[in-house]
């Protein structure tokens, strides 16, 4: 399969259909309801009910009617389904779809962390485990964090994990001083600074869209930065036509199909083979997974009842502090 490098969509167009309309036989039979991250694949997104960043994703989950949610995403995203909706069976396609982020923070580690600092506040990034989220205070995406973390004390003692970009981010524009774990993820680490200056020279009226996760250095490019969210709605409004993307290529999917006058260039990494930055866990969700997913029931998101009442209390506190 070969997939246009201009419009992200695949050449094997009948095979997709297909499958596609397979799946959506198999959700209704199964009263299944689909939920899939910016960063999936485009058909697993033409083929999802709800689409969205981790917030979004996490809001839907709570209010969702239907037994059975399919979480097309990675796995710290399916946990946080199923600790909202203990009731409902949460699958995901593929098991292996981790995270590189919540891999760098270990639960085991992090408690020894937070335990060393038993006066700080504990504000923990969505992409963590259930057992780090049940260290937590309060829980944040990208696209909260900012207003989040300014609901507190301009003194308070805070502990920020797992990402250091984001945190530093944060500390940059609020003028905290949190402190921070030492994570990172593997896409928004791989950025290349060389080569997007290389696209500045090349597009020069393109606007630069980063993500939060991405070094510093990237970060103080950026025409505008956010979540992937918030750099979609850039997009859709700028008067810009041109785009210099710096996230998981992905997102570039709905944003094409915003907007499809105009051009969206995935930024690239520092491993010159590649041509955009993806997340390999992201992309181990195909939709011959998806509809064995929906087909077999499995594999099962499970969390233990212990941890997972434990999360449960930061995410809902995120979630009511998003409302305000």
Not at 114 to 133: E, F, G, Q, R
């Amino acid at each position: 399969m070969t997939v246009d490098n201009k419009t992200g969509k695949s050449s094997n167009g009948a095979e997709i259909e297909l499958l596609q309309e397979e799946i959506r036989r198999l959700k209704k039979e199964k009263g299944a309801v689909i939920l899939a991250h910016f960063y999936q694949k485009g058909e697993i997104q033409d083929v999802a009910d709800y689409i969205g960043d981790s917030l979004a994703l996490a809001q839907i989950a709570e209010k969702i009617s239907e037994p059975v949610i399919v979480l097309c995403g990675v796995h710290f995203m399916g946990e946080t389904a199923k600790i909202l909706c203990p009731e409902k069976k949460v699958l995901i396609p593929d098991e292996n779809a981790g995270c590189s982020l919540a891999d760098s923070c270990d639960a085991k580690e992090f408690e020894t962390f937070v335990k060393a600092h038993p006066d700080h506040t504990v504000i923990s990034y969505v992409n963590t485990s259930a057992a780090v989220k049940a260290l937590t205070d309060v829980v944040v995406t990208s696209s909260n964090a900012r207003d989040i973390v300014e609901t507190f004390d301009k003194d308070a003692k805070i502990i920020f994990g797992p990402d250091r970009n984001l945190g530093g981010y944060i500390n940059s524009i609020t003028g905290r001083n949190m402190l921070l774990w030492d994570g990172a993820c593997h896409v928004h680490e791989q950025f290349s600074l060389e080569k997007i200056v290389e696209l500045k020279k090349t597009y020069p009226d393109a606007k630069l869209l980063v993500h939060p996760e991405c070094k510093r250095v990237i970060v103080m490019l950026a025409d505008k930065v956010g979540s992937t969210a918030a750099l979609l709605n850039y997009a859709k409004s700028s008067e810009s036509k041109q785009f210099i993307v710096a996230t998981e290529s992905g997102i570039l999917h709905q944003m094409r199909k915003a907007c499809p006058e105009k051009e969206f260039i995935a930024a690239p990494p520092i491993d010159s083979t590649r041509g955009c930055n993806d997340c390999n866990y992201m992309k181990l969700n195909t939709l011959e997974k998806l509809r064995d997913c929906l087909r077999d029931g499995k594999p099962e998101i499970e969390v233990d009842k212990t941890i997972a009442e434990r999360a449960r209390k930061p995410i809902e506190r995120m979630l009511e502090l998003s409302k305000k």
